[in-house]
Nanobody, 119 residues
Framework: QVQLVESGGGLVQAGGSLRLSCAASGRTFSSYEMGWFRQAPGKEREFVGAISWNRGTTYYSDSVKGRFTISRDNAKNTVYLQMNSLRPEDTAVYYC????????????WGQGTQVTVTS
């Protein structure tokens, strides 16, 4: 199994920045890609972006492209989500998740960290 722990959430004003971290442990060698998701109250979970462990290839949803950046530190088994130019609509619980192949579903999830953006 892979255990995931997010950190770095908090309260920030619109236009500000936050960096979330996701530390992976356990069978991390089985993880192909790490994704970030978010879920706002009353809404479905939304894909934010993802990064592959091997090549560091990233892709993002249109709603965050150009504002959010995902990076990884393979030595620390940690993935980061740098969020800039935050908007009130970015308010959500943010989750990281792991999947084992390019076509598999995300099968390991963290507990989530709250991000609140005030106007």
């Amino acid at each position: 199994q892979v255990q995931l722990v997010e950190s770095g959430g908090g309260l920030v004003q619109a236009g500000g920045s936050l960096r979330l971290s996701c530390a992976a442990s356990g069978r991390t060698f089985s993880s192909y890609e790490m994704g970030w998701f978010r879920q706002a109250p009353g809404k479905e979970r939304e894909f934010v972006g993802a990064i592959s462990w091997n090549r560091g290839t990233t892709y993002y949803s249109d709603s965050v492209k150009g504002r959010f950046t995902i990076s990884r530190d393979n030595a620390k088994n940690t993935v980061y989500l740098q969020m800039n130019s935050l908007r009130p609509e970015d308010t959500a619980v943010y989750y990281c998740a792991s999947k084992e192949t390019v076509v598999s579903a995300y099968n390991y999830w963290g507990q989530g960290t709250q991000v609140t953006v005030t106007s």
